[in-house]
């Protein structure tokens, strides 16, 4: 006989007169002038258990002693729940079942917390508890929606002739822009593999052998400070292809976000995605992977203020900044601008100065700065309502841009205007090739196999800090799931490339000569992507951190409370690695 007819997800009015065996956790109890009624749960839902004493008081004072969380197994008849007692709420809300029979599987001691208080209880020791934790619908239906979106992913690349292929976990540290996690080797004392942050160069690899269209869903790692959007172990879709170009990938991905959004998700969205280039993103929304689910862009004053009696505006367009700002729907108090102030600051603006519409007039302490053409000019420019509130920054390009994206995102946050509902795609392109160092000298702002734009090629090493780059961002409302883009497959571009970026041919061989080697064997054009799927899921989830989309989640100092590691080791283990501890002075 099986252990269970049925889960307690399924049964329905349609059920009546079943004769079911059922298994799961007792979610609570309730005792109804002598009639007990006990909630079975298990993943796929909850059924209603009835314990009569008039049909059998032994079951009845069995079931009486069950403790919450305690595994069960009852054998009983289904029945109708009595007229105005169903349960529309559930989909077994029409039905109870008769308990006839009662064996406890597992007795439980009392949890540290009941699922149904998860949301009251602190993070660490949700984390610490997570096989209780996961026990609730949110978390489970979020490690299903992960599941079956993983699913829609790998059918649509297998039906489009990619070849799932794994690469190696342990291999060789490379400079990928974060910290590498090192594992000693026993056999070659002295020597480390690291854990890899991408398979970049395995892939490219791949596409040197000829594999043509390669995918993988793989873990990768990286030793870095983590916030809610970042893990030390990670999971991300990575791909590659031969003989295509940017719009083959973007084509690509598109089909793959349509079928999930549709299959999945529920919420059809339309290819092709919005395009828009890094420099405009930045001109309009102040951020690289701008939120488009909203208005409220950045418009530019530094005419304005160069030409005002207003010396923080015009000292800083006189000294090649910007003077920039936002309109926000509302009006805001004293102390809420002042907290507002307070937060541009977090970002590097030395203030924040603003202008209220009332009247059709522009209310401030600084309005006497300005005449009253420029006021209206201001007020123009913004289209400007009666009830709205202008917040401007003057400072550096770099500074003004990053404080008032930032500025423009929180305020969406407070005025509700980052609908959760909506799923705003948005390909950001030709990104710079290379961004400053403190010393201004050039650095990869992808990785230095990223390819130049052909147009921007004759400026590689008079003016590298002006050149983009073909690589690409898939953006989802304000949040980067990936990047990607075209490889170099020429060696001479590539030599080029490490020139600007002083490596030296000794330096290369070190670093990154076994990949240098293959690509001198007949390497074809090719371009790839990689996307973080937990961002991805904890977005379609309704989710604020991807920790609620891992089934085991670390902490932002990468420790987990379950296991309680990293943790030591003994010396024998230490020994025989060749590895001596330096203790602390």
Same mark, same amino acid.
């Given at each position: ?271 092709? *995605?919005?395009?828009?280039?890094? @420099? #405009?993103?930045?001109? !309009? $929304?102040?951020?690289?992977?701008? &939120? =488009?689910? +909203? ?74 700065? *300005?005449?009253?053409?420029?006021? @209206? #000019?201001?007020?123009? !420019? $913004?289209?400007?309502?009666?009830? &709205? =509130?202008? +917040? ?194």
């Amino acid at each position: 006989m099986p252990l269970r007819t049925h889960t307690c997800g399924e049964l329905t009015g349609e059920s009546e007169g079943l004769k079911v065996t059922l298994c799961g956790w007792v979610e609570n109890r309730r005792d109804h002038g002598g009639v007990l009624f006990v909630d079975l749960r298990d993943r796929y839902g909850r059924t209603q258990v009835l314990f009569n004493p008039r049909d059998e008081q032994a079951l009845y004072e069995q079931a009486c002693g069950l403790g919450g969380e305690t595994v069960v197994k009852i054998e009983g008849t289904v029945r109708r729940r009595p007229e105005g007692m169903a349960n529309p709420e559930l989909p077994t809300g029409e039905i109870e079942v008769h308990c006839e029979t009662l064996a406890v599987l597992s007795k439980a001691d009392t949890p540290p917390f009941e699922p149904a208080q998860a949301d009251s209880v602190s993070d660490l020791k949700r984390m610490k508890y997570r096989y209780i934790d996961m026990r609730r619908a949110r978390v489970m239906n979020n490690l299903i929606l992960r599941h079956r979106i993983f699913k829609e992913i790998r059918d649509y690349f297998d039906e489009k002739g990619f070849i799932e292929v794994e690469t190696p976990f342990l291999t060789k540290s490379t400079p990928e822009g974060a910290r590498d996690y090192l594992v000693p080797s026993r056999t070659y004392p002295g020597r480390f593999y690291a854990l890899p942050q991408s398979p970049q160069m395995f892939k490219q690899l791949l596409m040197v052998g000829g594999l043509d269209r390669y995918f993988q869903i793989v873990r990768c790692f990286r030793d870095e400070d983590l916030r809610a959007d970042r893990q030390p172990e990670f999971t991300q879709l990575d791909l590659e292809m031969s003989f295509v170009n940017e719009e083959d990938i973007h084509e690509l991905l598109e089909g793959m976000v349509a079928r999930f959004m549709e299959n999945v998700v529920g919420r059809p969205v339309t290819p092709p *995605f919005p395009r828009m280039p890094y @420099a #405009e993103a930045l001109d !309009r $929304y102040g951020s690289d992977k701008p &939120d =488009t689910r +909203f208005a409220m862009e950045l418009v530019d004053l530094t005419d304005i203020g160069a030409s005002c009696e207003f010396k923080v505006f015009s000292s800083v367009a006189g000294s090649g900044g910007l003077v920039r700002g936002i309109c926000a729907p509302r009006q805001f108090s004293r102390k809420e601008i002042d907290k507002l102030t307070d937060y541009v600051k977090e970002f590097g603006a030395k203030g924040l100065v603003w202008f209220k519409v009332e009247k059709g007039e522009l209310a401030s302490s600084t309005a006497k700065f *300005f005449t009253p053409e420029q006021l @209206a #000019e201001i007020r123009t !420019r $913004y289209d400007a309502k009666d009830g &709205d =509130t202008i +917040f401007i920054v003057a400072d550096t390009r770099k500074t003004c841009l990053a404080a008032l994206g930032e500025l423009r995102v929180h305020l969406g946050g407070l005025l509700g205007l980052r609908d959760k509902s909506k799923y705003n795609y948005l390909w950001v392109v030709q990104p710079p090739l290379f961004e400053p160092n403190d010393d201004g000298s050039p650095t990869p702002t992808h990785h230095p196999f990223t390819s130049p734009h052909a147009d921007d090629l004759d400026m590689l090493e008079e003016k590298p800090l002006e050149v983009r780059s073909l690589a690409y961002d898939l953006v989802l409302n304000g949040v980067e799931l990936g990047s990607g883009s075209v490889r170099i497959h020429d060696s001479q571009v590539q030599s080029r490339v490490f020139s600007v970026l002083g490596i030296e041919e000794k330096e290369a061989q070190a670093r990154f000569g076994f990949f240098l080697e293959a690509l001198r064997y007949g390497t074809p054009p090719h371009a790839g992507f990689a996307m973080g799927l937990a961002r991805l899921v904890a977005i379609l989830a309704g989710e604020d951190s991807i920790r609620e989309v891992i089934a085991f989640p670390k902490t932002t100092s990468a420790a987990c409370p379950l296991t309680d590691s990293p943790s030591e080791v003994d010396e024998a283990q230490l020994a025989e690695l060749k590895l001596q501890l330096k203790k602390d002075s």
